[in-house]
């Protein structure tokens, strides 16, 4: 178990929908990070907050949002929902980096769009 | 552009052999650090091993030890006296500079081992 707690675990909603996945980080850690993995882009990097602020962007779509809350959770939404978009959804957690650079990831919502 | 590399899709190892799985990485920082993790048929990315760039030694944890090559930027994984629950698909990763506190990870493609009894 990382620490990293990610619901739903499964998500299955049709084309056009608007979904929310959730994410609490470790205890103590300030950074979270969104990854997509699909079959064919394989893992990819989409967003990273630190301490409630938007740190880092990667090929995240237009329709795809998040946001860090003060308790710092994290929520990725995803709008007007393509078949293309059904992957496994990871959020990672990490703490300041002068306590230490791993990236523990949380066990992933598997979205499928129908 | 920083890039990992992965060229072996899958491999075979012997219950009890040691195996090695390849990582080649690209990068221009002079500050990274590369990771490896495990993804079981279940889907979960599980952490087991890093090696900061300016670390010397290479890094092990357990079974696990990163062959950490700077000169020829090669970050291999090897696994001793594998076991039947090492067979998953195993992904090498990099963390670019750390400064601001930033620091995605670039992942390859992926090794997919099995562990024959």
């Known amino acids: 178990d990382s620490g990293v707690t990610q619901t739903p675990k499964h998500l299955i909603t049709a084309t056009g929908q608007r979904v929310t996945l959730r994410c609490s980080p470790r205890s103590g850690d300030l950074s979270v990070y969104w990854y997509q993995q699909s079959l064919d882009q394989g893992l990819q990097f989409l967003i990273q907050?630190?301490?409630?602020?938007?740190?880092a962007k990667g090929n995240i779509l237009e329709r795809f949002s998040a946001q860090q809350f003060p308790d710092l959770h994290s929520e990725l939404n995803l709008s007007s929902l393509e078949l293309g978009d059904s992957a496994l959804y990871f959020c990672?957690?990490?703490?300041?980096?002068?306590?230490?650079?791993?990236?523990?990831f949380g066990p992933g919502t598997r979205l499928t769009v129908t | 552009a920083q890039k990992i590399t992965q060229t072996q899709p899958g491999m075979f190892v012997q219950e009890k052999e040691a195996v090695t799985l390849d990582c080649t990485y690209d990068t221009s920082d002079q500050s990274y650090g590369l990771f490896w993790y495990k993804q079981p048929s279940s889907g979960e990315m599980i952490f087991l091993i890093y090696?900061?760039?300016?670390?010397?030694q290479n890094a092990t944890e357990g079974r696990y030890s990163l062959n950490f090559q700077k000169a020829r930027k090669s970050a291999n994984l090897v696994i001793s006296a594998s076991q039947l629950g090492d067979s998953a698909m195993y992904f090498c990763?990099?963390?670019?500079?750390?400064?601001?506190?930033?620091?995605?990870?670039?992942f390859g493609q992926g090794t997919e081992l099995s562990v024959k009894p």
């Open positions: 990672a957690s990490s703490p300041p980096v002068d306590r230490g650079y791993e990236q523990y």
């Open positions: 090696q900061g760039s300016y670390d010397e």
């Open positions: 907050y630190y301490n409630g602020e938007e740190r």
């Open positions: 990763a990099m963390r670019e500079a750390f400064y601001n506190q930033g620091g995605k990870l670039i």
